[in-house]
């Protein structure tokens, strides 16, 4: 089929675009079997940076090659959040820095006890950013690790707005909306960590954990992960953040200094999370009905962007050929 009439068949083939789908994400997951949960161990973090590292050679490929100049903003709200010339920012979350160490110093006891402090997204078990996300982007996999698709991302940053720690990274000039407005930059696409997703699907290990010289993180079913994590924090007087943040999150911490004081001592600032007593988000009723509202939509509308993808690849490949 030429090109023209791939995209002519467009139409058809978006009326019949996959309506399926309209389970939120833990409805999914609690049909197949436990989701994987990981432990810090923050006594261990000497602050190396090695998981950093690990975590943007093995995300290099997935990184956002942005078009310049942007194209004019449309919606006229949409802001310019450009970091493809600070590629090499390292002291916060970007779209190009998906982990990175927080070191805390506080007081206890008239002692300074510095801690270093690995943080990403917390893939939480009822995630905010996938159950709200109007276009089905961002999903929660069956294994509890919570992804954004680049591929079908608008940009428009609810996720970041609803997740209680702000972690989704945007990146202007870049997307589905440029191909489907040209003239037009949109809002660009969402970036944060997958938790390696497809290293784990087949077989292997995320990269930040393969790379620690210290073993800091563990990574196991998630109730196996929790009494650990349990275990840890009752043998060394430690405190415990994660369990039921958020309605409960599949990354967790075990700390020798209360997170209260932990949280006191950073200063919370865009892509440097805090360590707050995060409240449940999917478990206010608003959010709960909006989710259930939006499950079918965001199923249909990922159907219909995805097939604009595919439409949008085909076109590509037909120009190349
Ligand atoms: S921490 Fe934020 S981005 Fe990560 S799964 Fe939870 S709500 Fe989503
Ligand atoms: S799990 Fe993977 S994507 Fe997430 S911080 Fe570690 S290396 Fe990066
Ligand atoms: S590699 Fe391990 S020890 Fe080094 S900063 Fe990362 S978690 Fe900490």
Known sequence: MNRRAFLKSLGTAMAAAPVAAPLLARDAAAASGEQLATLFDLSKCIGCGACVAACRAAHAADYPNPQKPFPKMYPERAKVEDFSDKRDVDDRLTPYNWLFIQTV???????AISLNIPRRCMHC???PCAELCPWGSAV?????AVAIDANICLGGAKC???CPWHIPQRQTGVGLYLDLLPAFAGNGVMYKCDRCHGRVAAGGKPACIEACPNDVQTIGPRREII???HDLARQT?????GETENGGTNTLYVSPIPFEELHAALQPSPGNPGLQAAADVMGKEKNLATAVL???LAGIAAGILRVANRARKAAKEDDHA
């Open 160 to 162: 970041r707005d609803v």
């Open 227 to 229: 009494a650990a994590a």
């Open 140 to 144: 929660r996999h069956d294994d509890g």
């Open 237 to 241: 007087g430690g405190f415990l953040y």
């Open 294 to 296: 939006l499950a079918p």
């Open 125 to 127: 078990v009822h995630p």
């Open 105 to 111: 110093t506080v007081t206890r006891n008239g002692k």
